[in-house]
């Protein structure tokens, strides 16, 4: 009998890894290579009055704007960004230039003599200020229902507003790229998620076709978003340099520098406006979701719209108004991370839930289920949840497993119990799926087969998982299946690593493209099969009045978290959480709790120690000895388990898992600690110094 | 490039420091991170320097005549594995930073570094600890807090080593630490206290209080611990209030990235608070 496809299997990139065999990016050797140093703004916003160079030494080179061939423009969804600064910055961190030389040691002596002279310009720091000078890049807006009417029959009208901060992504290898010019092409290899973006990056920077660019991705430890967009800024300023020095030219940050101009996650403020019936039962939700985007727009309003789409979380308002708006800020450029928008506004609508039921002296978890949404239900943008909703079986094997409901009754005074409900939209927000329309290609040569992906290995297991969804429908050993190396010249586009689509969309891809492999294997001893991305037909989207299935299916999951608060300190340790999950079913079962892990010990983080605060445009915490991530003694004891749930369009059932977690742990710890002390949160780093000042305002 | 010598022995480093402007240096876990300047830069070092982890002389734990002698170049990780190390200090050892850092760290760098949020220091200074500083001609013997003069500032004079850390051998029946941390494991400290105490029938008979990374040097004040000594456990604790305003001008924190002032004050009068529950509490366990 075959064996199951969610039994785990030993990681295809664990030896090499461990081993230390693995090329990364800072591993690789080039041929009389010039170093890269970037040199950055230090304002926030102003005119570049002058810039003054020392005399250069032999083979070394500064690039400038000037050097750029094609267009100063990082091209993102929004290209507002400029590759090097022409006349004006816009926050602490920008690339002005880039100073070439044949060392280190002479590139960074150079760059600290350089003198650049500035016009300091008026800059705005915070959201709030940016909302008062009305400095918006984006803003979208739906509704739902009669909102305007059930807010005139509502009983009772509770108002409140919620705060996330900034959160790095502190992958383990920080960004680094390597270009060179070989035959008239440009070849650029780094670390990276999303090969096509940076290929797509440099035919505008340098006006050059595709067929004339080759990005290859190196081993890429690890990214969490912060190697979606970024990289195509570092891929363009290596590429840039490689052509105007007619050298191979590296570019490695230094972890002090990643953090300083790197993208982060978008602090936000929420506020909210709940209407409830005399059942106490929520009928009508209007959310104003304001997401500081920093610098410039970028990746924010697709982020933004992952935010406003999963605004509403698991639950079912009948009536609804939301407005999402990004502003702008004079501060590092927000960007990708994890959840991509929703972790934000998940966290702000499970407090509201959790607070507006200790206002009232209901029991929290009572409380939400009895808006959460089942089958058939329209989302917050009217799509029909066509898939089923096993949210009370993952709630129940929840509670059963963290044992909650004995807990939250003999809690002690500084220990408490959280729960948290919440859903990941999987792929692509709105009809990005339908606009990319990934490609694969599965190649039979003898007995073996290579599969052909631009979704990238990046640690959480895809090379793993994705040669598994092949050499089971083959049943073939996974040694005879093997990926092809990420090199756009090689493999087609089949989407970024974004969004937890890799899965789902691009394994769900290589299924269909097995199955048929399997159907001819004895045909011929050579052929390749191609398959490109169709959105099931029964999906509705408009994206102009963003009404319908804003995603083709949901992930979702259940946190209970415990914490104890040290009542002489406050530090809050978690002590454990409790996950269970719904993603379809598990591709490979280690893989997926390695997945579900990392995100409560990110989401953990975020809610907690992660404090990372700017002061007029620069960060306060901008190394790893200030900015805190959780240590392994931080991490709590994690019980994780699965419930299945297959999806029809997943492949043997899979749906999304990489971002759920990360959305799931924030408002269960947050909860877990208002429970403790008895008290409303309404922001999340919550610190010790935060809880301290909450408890003397309570005395 | 900046020189470095590796001395043989003691003299003939003590001879080094005599004749060259140059920086001591034993295991650089703080060193390093200061000057570092980048990804593939050596770091930045203004001044030569002197090796002196590996010498034999600077690397010894030993009993002698009352006190426990402890070389600088021991590392924070032999402190806690010797017996002859109190199981109190152990407990801040092993809360400081991480196992690497603790294998290569030495306690005579936490001393000379002079950081406010050393975290070896509250000890030391509730200890009585002294220091032997030595140049090629003298040595002279320095209490803890005459040796350490502001954060990151020490009286060590630019031809002397630290070559000795000399702790009195008593042993407190009463021992209390907290350290106070972004987070349980590699953290630096937000604030620390030691405490030290000696109880007879229920009156105090020694009694010490050391306040970390809560003021420009550690905060010990011998003038409120004599005014303290001979009380009963039980009044102290009553006098909680009147005890934290004789501190009260003596804690002055900082507000940086790490934590706030505010914060940072607060904490430490509940961890004085505790301290003195703890000491009623747990007087009478101890013979």
């Known amino acids: ?699 | 490039m900046v020189d470095a010598y590796r001395p043989k022995t003691l003299a003939e480093a003590l001879k080094i420091r005599n004749e060259t402007d140059c920086l001591p240096i034993a295991g650089g876990t703080d060193l390093m991170v200061q000057k570092a300047r980048g990804t593939g830069l050596g770091p930045g070092f203004e001044k030569p320097l002197l090796f002196v982890g590996h010498l034999p002389e600077l690397h010894r734990i030993e009993k002698k005549e009352g006190y426990i002698h402890i070389g600088p170049a021991v590392l924070l990780s032999e402190l806690l594995h010797n017996p002859l190390i109190s199981d109190t200090f152990k407990k801040a050892v092993a809360l400081m930073a991480s196992p690497p850092s603790r294998n290569l760290a030495t306690l005579g760098g936490n001393i000379c570094n002079a950081s406010p949020a050393g975290d070896t220091l509250p000890f030391l200074y509730a200890a009585d600890a002294e220091l032997l500083l030595e140049n090629h001609e003298f040595e002279r013997r320095i209490a803890i807090e005459d040796f350490i003069t502001g954060p990151k500032q020490t009286d060590l004079k630019p031809d002397e080593l630290l070559t000795d850390i000399i702790i009195p051998d008593i042993n407190f029946p009463v021992t209390y630490y907290k350290k106070v941390g972004q987070r349980r494991g590699m953290s630096l400290t937000k604030a620390s206290f030691h405490g030290l105490a000696d109880v007879l029938d229920g009156y105090v008979e020694d009694l010490r209080m050391a306040f970390g990374s809560v003021a420009p040097t550690v905060v010990r004040s011998r003038d409120i611990e004599n005014s303290l000594i001979g009380e009963s456990v039980n009044s102290l604790k009553n006098r909680y209030q009147e005890i934290l305003e004789l501190y009260e001008p003596l804690i002055q924190p900082i507000d940086d990235a790490r934590s706030s002032a505010m914060y940072r004050k607060n904490v430490c009068f509940n961890i004085l608070k505790d301290f003195l529950n703890y000491l009623e509490k747990n007087q009478g366990d101890i013979i």
Request: charged residues 25%.
């Open chain 1, 1 to 699: 009998m075959k064996m199951t496809i969610s039994k785990s299997i030993k990681r295809t990139d664990a030896r090499e890894k461990i081993r230390g065999e693995a090329q990364y990016i800072g591993d690789m050797a080039f041929d009389n290579p010039l170093y890269l140093k970037t040199v950055r703004s230090t304002r926030p916003h102003a005119k570049i009055l002058d810039i003054r160079l020392p005399d250069l030494p032999e083979n070394c080179f500064i690039i400038d704007k000037s050097h750029i061939p094609g267009k100063n423009r990082m091209r993102t969804v929004v290209s507002d960004h400029p590759i090097l600064a022409e006349d004006e910055v816009l926050y602490i961190g920008q690339p002005i230039l880039l100073v070439a030389g044949p060392s280190r040691e002479l590139v960074y002596q150079i760059s600290e003599k350089i003198r650049i002279d500035y016009e300091d310009l008026p800059a705005v720091f915070t959201l709030e200020e940016s909302e008062k000078q009305n400095c918006v890049f984006t803003e979208y807006s739906f509704s739902k229902g009669e909102p305007d009417t059930a807010f005139a029959q509502a009983a009772r009208i509770i108002e409140d507003e919620y705060r996330t901060g900034l959160q790095e992504h502190v992958y383990l290898e920080p960004q680094g790229m390597a270009a060179e010019v070989k035959d008239d092409t440009v070849f650029v290899y780094g670390s990276m998620q999303c090969p096509f973006y940076a290929e797509g990056a440099l035919t505008e920077a340098l006006g050059r076709p595709a067929d004339k660019i080759r990005v290859i991705q190196t081993t890429t430890g690890g990214a969490f978003g912060g190697k979606e967009e970024f990289p195509s800024l570092t891929a363009c300023h290596t590429a840039i340099a490689a052509l105007a020095t007619k050298h191979p030219v590296i570019l490695i940050y230094d972890r002090d520098e990643d953090i300083i101009c790197s993208t982060k996650r978008h602090p936000a403020i929420i506020r909210y406006k709940a209407g409830l019936d005399d059942n106490n039962r929520v009928t009508v939700l209007d959310m104003d979701l304001l997401y500081d985007a920093g610098a410039y727009t970028g990746l924010s309003p697709v982020v933004l719209q992952r935010g406003i789409f999963s605004a509403t979380n698991v639950y079912n308002f009948h009536h609804l108004k939301v407005r999402g708006r990004n502003f702008q800020t004079h501060t590092v450029p927000s960007g990708a991370f994890r959840g991509f928008g929703a972790p934000q506004s998940v966290f702000g609508t499970e407090m509201l839930m959790h607070n507006i039921a200790i206002t009232l002296g209901l029991d929290p978890l009572e409380f939400k289920m009895k808006h959460i949404l089942k089958q058939g239900d329209p989302s917050c943008t009217g799509g029909k949840i066509h898939d089923k909703v096993i949210l009370p079986e993952l709630v129940e094997r929840a509670l059963d497993l963290s044992d909650y409901r004995q807990k939250i009754q003999k809690k002690k005074k500084f220990t408490g119990v959280g729960i948290s409900l919440f859903l990941h939209g999987c792929g692509f927000t709105g009809n990005g799926e339908q606009t990319i329309k990934g490609k694969i290609i599965l190649r039979k040569s003898k007995d073996r087969v290579v599969l052909k992906v631009s979704s990238v290995e990046m640690g959480q297991g895809a090379d793993t998982t994705l040669r598994k969804i092949v050499a089971h429908t083959l049943d073939l050993p996974i040694e005879k299946v093997t990926c092809e190396i990420r090199d756009t010249g090689l493999v087609p586009d089949s989407g970024p690593t974004v969004a937890s689509r890799t899965i789902m969309i691009v394994g769900g891809l290589l299924k269909t493209a097995a199955d048929e492999m399997k159907s001819r294997w004895n045909d011929t001893e050579d052929f390749e099969i191609s398959k490109v991305y169709h959105h099931p037909g029964f999906l509705t989207w408009d994206n102009d009045t963003f009404q319908g299935n804003a995603y083709p299916t949901y992930s979702w999951g259940v946190n209970v978290a415990e914490v104890a608060i040290d009542p002489v300190t406050y530090d809050i340790h978690i002590e454990k959480v409790t996950g269970v999950y719904d993603v379809g079913r598990a591709i490979d079962e280690r893989a997926l709790r390695g997945q579900m892990e990392g995100g409560i010990a990110q989401g953990a983080g975020w809610a907690t120690l992660e404090v990372m605060k700017s002061k007029e445009g620069r960060l306060v915490q901008h190394n790893l000895t200030d900015y805190k991530v959780p240590t392994s003694m931080d991490v709590p004891e994690i019980i994780c388990d699965f419930m299945d749930n297959p999806y029809e369009f997943g492949p043997f059932g899979a749906k999304c898992a990489g971002e759920l977690p990360m959305t799931g742990a924030p408002p269960a710890v947050a909860a877990a600690i208002s429970n403790a002390l008895g008290i409303p949160l309404n922001e999340i780093p919550v610190t010790p110094e935060m809880l301290m000042e909450l408890e003397k305002h309570e005395d």
